[in-house]
């Protein structure tokens, strides 16, 4: 089992910035993919970005490239979305999401159905 536990999302202006939080327990987090997925009012979930469980391979939403950036920090167990030049149109529920991969992958996931694992998601509203 993993748990996961957002944190970061607020209310912001067009054009600012925000960092997410992402703090995994239960299973060794360096074992684990990432992925970050949204949800606005209405809408199904949709990718937003994915990271290997080294690091070392990353993937973007063509709606985030560039202003988005996923990292993670497996000494501290904790994936991070850095979102800049936010839009109206990136408001919605964030969720973290993990997929056990062992050791020998280091591939980035965009399928939301390839995560076993979820967490409660954040709130990011950004107002224009």
């Known amino acids: 089992q993993v748990q996961l536990v957002e944190s970061g999302g607020g209310l912001v202006q067009a054009g600012g910035s925000l960092r997410l939080s992402c703090a995994a327990s239960g299973r060794t987090f360096s074992s684990c993919a990432m992925g970050w997925f949204r949800q606005a009012p209405g809408k199904e979930r949709e990718f937003v970005t994915a990271i290997s469980r080294s690091g070392g391979s990353t993937s973007y939403a063509d709606f985030v490239k560039g202003r988005f950036t996923i990292s993670r920090d497996n000494a501290k167990n904790t994936v991070y979305l850095q979102m800049s030049s936010l839009k109206p149109e990136d408001t919605a529920v964030y969720y973290c999401?993990?997929?056990?991969?062992?050791?020998?992958?280091?591939?980035?996931?965009?399928?939301?159905?390839?995560?076993?694992?979820w967490g409660q998601g954040t709130q990011v509203t950004v107002s224009s």
């Open positions: 999401a993990a997929k056990d991969v062992g050791y020998f992958n280091n591939v980035a996931y965009e399928n939301q159905y390839q995560y076993g694992y």
